[in-house]
């Protein structure tokens, strides 16, 4: 499978797949997790994007530049997701590509980026993550996504101290530190943060999570909700973590269904 850069560094890449048929073709910007660390790849969410392919769907699935390399983390890493996204436009000069249908659809820290990616049009020009004119999304699939950064740093920080274990937070590794010493890198980098976003929102997330708390989602639901926004919650009773991405269990099968949806109403 080629890779096609949309920068310089060895990680801006994507991998574009094409349903069968002339198009143009609705574009599901697909997202991988992974904490936004360097062990984790595009290849994780590959079935994911065949699948998504299978089903009619242009996939772009993008790498970017993850904590622990050179350029990852803040601001690197979400400017990354930005561009990737945003080099749609290039793409649909040379694929047949429906700019009016593009979702994103992101898994644990790539469901926060894919959340991100809808919401960064709300970011103030004086911070370090704006870029002009970004892609317009039609809706957002967030699997097990950390769209509340602040909530989910208190969750490493809070294992850590029961546990009197070396500090492990990876939320704190993406935006350089904690809350109280990074509250705008929050602001601008956390979802929760930029609602109202305008821009419908699926949330999904199995029950017997326990790498990314479902309460990251009940919260970011409500809150949602309350601003304004367009968005549904689903929640899997009998599914974990990685079951969300997991193309042959009955969890993606309900992944893929709300994945046509948005594109369908």
Known sequence: MDKIFYGTNQNQFGELLLPEGEGPHPVAIVIHGG???????????????????ASGFATWNIEYRRTGQEGGGWPGTLIDAANASDYIRTLSESYPLDLNKVVTIGHSAGGHLATWIAARHRIARDSELFIEDPISILGTVSLAGVNDLEMMHG???????????EPDNPTAELIGGSPEEYPKRYKHA????????????????????????????????????????SVKYVNLPTAEHLMLTNTTSSAWQTVKEEIQLLVNN
Do not use: C, N
């Not at 969750?155 to 274990?165: C, G, K, M, N, T």
């Open 155 to 165: 969750v490493h920080h809070y294992r850590d101290q029961v546990l009197s274990r």
């Open 190 to 229: 956390s979802p929760v943060e930029l609602l109202p976003i305008g821009v419908h929102q699926t949330l999904v997330h199995g029950a017997l999570d326990i790498h990314v708390p479902i309460g990251i989602s009940d919260h970011y639901h409500r809150e949602a909700e309350r601003a304004g926004d």
């Open 35 to 53: 904490f936004w660390r360097k062990r984790v790849t595009l290849e994780r969410m590959r079935p994911a994007a065949q699948d998504l392919t």
